[in-house]
């Protein structure tokens, strides 16, 4: 997609003038702008940011939808981006002013991430008696599915809580 890069420039100085912070980003083929290190908007939300289509808060409720849409997709990012927040603010002395959603969402976070470790130990496992054994069905069909389910059920678990979540700190937010 083509850009007005004038329309770009003129967000970018309208956000960096209220104080906010603005890098450009190219992932894949498309051109995105991380604003103070939160949240990414893409080139043409930036073009309706200076049309005066969004406003900031607008572009960050996207922003907010487009993560919790795409969270099953991307799991382990948001499971380790999760579990890296509540690392920092822990190492931060804020452990004590965490919320009690935000702990639950570590929680289902941890446990997505200890599931997918079990069952990538077994499928890695499974290759490799795979490589050495005379009779390949007799193996398949005695290793237990149970890892493999154990991680889609927290996988499915962790996402649920991420959206919720987020749908939660929108509405605080709106009542606010």
């Known amino acids: 997609m083509s850009y007005s890069n004038e329309k770009i420039d003129a967000a ?3 956000l960096r003038e209220q104080g906010h912070t603005v890098k450009k980003q190219v992932r894949g083929d498309n051109l995105w ?3 103070d290190q939160r949240m990414l908007v893409s080139g043409e939300e930036m073009q309706n940011l200076a049309d ?4 900031l808060a607008e572009l960050e409720e996207l922003f907010r939808r487009r993560r919790a849409d795409g969270a099953g997709g991307r799991a382990d990012e948001l499971a380790q981006e999760v579990v890296n927040t509540y690392a920092g603010l822990g190492g931060a002395g804020h452990a004590a002013n965490l919320t009690p959603d935000f702990k639950a969402l570590v929680d289902r976070a941890f446990e997505y991430q200890i599931a997918k470790r079990d069952a990538d130990s077994q499928r890695a496992t499974l290759r490799l008696v795979l490589n050495r054994a005379d009779d ?3 193996v398949l069909d005695s290793l237990p599915g149970q890892a493999a389910s154990r991680e889609h059920d927290a996988r499915e678990k962790f996402v649920d809580w991420y959206k919720e979540f987020w749908e939660k700190n929108r509405q605080r937010e709106a009542q606010s």
């Open 12 to 14: 970018t100085k309208m």
């Open 52 to 55: 005066g289509v969004y406003s």
């Open 33 to 35: 702008f991380e604003v």
């Open 136 to 138: 390949r069905e007799f």
